[in-house]
């Protein structure tokens, strides 16, 4: 009996030292978070900790051997099998299980405090990433973020986008030329001195219009938009126009170029004489031949707009946003597009 308690208490330091190499590994599914907060560090944690892991299971396989050589040993009457009585006995009359035994146990408190101490890193600084980085909401008492791990992929890639452009935007300050800033201009890349903005990879800058925008005070000299406006509800569509007007330099100019709905509001008034096969371009914004869905198409367009201008109220609009001196103006073909030019309307506003 005391054979057999004495043996379970030997298992009991690496079964624990087993059990927090599997929480290790477990916690660094989190360590994604750490790319926000330091590359290099996680790096580092990441092979510390996989290093002692490898250092416990060679210990362990030497252990085995040494332990499997003494019972041979034993067995076949090499050395006589002693009675238990105590660790020092044991120590005594059999030196390869007591060098096995005495080097285990010392090296298996590295490993316990190395791997502590690994897990505690790693469980402080990602819940520091998280708050910072992945999820600015408090947490709840005792709870991590209910959270997937391609959902926490996704937002640190989404905040490195974002990092690189204000590194770029630093970029175009420093080197002191005027900024020329078109915004949601869609997968493109700016060409002729523009620098195209948008929620996309492909453009020069990427962000979110629904953001204020990245720049400072008094910094952009003209800013262009087209079939952008109308995709903004009232409230959000002032705010972008007032942020457009601070990032501008004094005599700044706002251009925007916007769809015409009156020109949908005079054909249900003449459905008849109506061009549909020319105005209704969207296709999946096309509901029926009925009056009324001339309307639909463009105050809607598939649930894209969220805004109708006409002639009177862009300028209007653009006044209250506090632009000087707003104006129609006509087409232009060096910054305009040619193939909305039949349903569109252009004004521009100076920042005074």
């Known amino acids: 009996m005391t ?8 298992r009991r330091p ?3 030292i087993q059990r927090l190499v599997v929480n290790l590994q477990w916690h660094r599914k989190r360590m994604a978070v750490l790319a926000a907060v330091g590359e290099g560090e996680a790096r580092r944690i990441g092979k ?5 892991a490898g250092d416990f299971s060679d210990q362990s396989e030497r252990l085995k051997r040494a332990r499997a050589e003494l019972f041979l040993q034993q067995e076949i009457g090499e050395v006589p099998r002693p009675p238990w009585s105590g660790r020092s006995a044991m120590r005594e009359q059999s030196p390869v299980r007591s060098q096995a035994i005495s080097g285990a146990s010392a090296w298996d408190g590295r490993v316990v405090l190395l791997t502590a101490l690994s897990i505690g890193i790693v469980i402080l600084l990602t819940g520091v990433g998280a708050m910072r980085v992945v999820d600015r909401r408090p947490f709840q008492a005792g709870r991590w973020p209910q959270m997937s791990f391609r959902t926490m992929r996704k937002r640190i890639t989404k905040h490195r986008r974002i990092r690189r452009t204000r590194k770029i935007i630093a970029g175009l300050l420093a080197a002191g030329a005027g900024i020329k ?3 949601g201009a869609g997968p493109v890349k700016g060409k002729n001195g523009w620098t195209t903005l948008d929620l996309s990879d492909e453009a020069d800058l990427f962000w979110n219009l629904h953001r204020p925008l990245p720049f400072p005070d008094d910094s952009v000299e003209i800013i262009y938009c087209s079939h952008v406006l109308e995709h903004f509800h009232y409230p959000q569509l002032m705010a972008l126009l007032k942020d457009c007007r601070r990032v501008l330099k004094p005599r700044g100019i706002f251009s ?3 769809p015409d709905a009156s020109i ?5 008034l003449n459905h008849e004489s109506f ?4 105005f ?6 096309v509901i029926s031949e009925a009056r009324m869905d001339i309307v639909n198409y463009i105050a809607y367009m598939d649930g894209q707009h969220r805004y109708m201008f006409d002639p009177e109220n862009l300028v209007r609009i653009l006044s209250e946003a506090g632009f000087a001196a707003v104006r129609l103006r006509d087409f232009d073909p060096a910054l305009d597009l040619a193939e909305r030019k039949y349903e569109s309307i252009y004004a521009l506003g100076i920042k005074s």
Do not use: T, W
């Not at 949908?264 to 249900?268: D, I, L, P």
């Open 256 to 258: 925007a170029c916007v």
């Open 181 to 183: 800033l078109e915004i």
């Open 14 to 16: 690496a079964q624990k």
């Open 280 to 285: 209704f371009v969207h296709k999946p914004a």
């Open 264 to 268: 949908y509001v005079r054909g249900y």
């Open 275 to 278: 061009d549909r096969g020319k």
């Open 3 to 10: 054979d057999a308690k004495s043996a379970r208490g030997s």
């Open 48 to 52: 510390a900790a996989g290093r002692a």
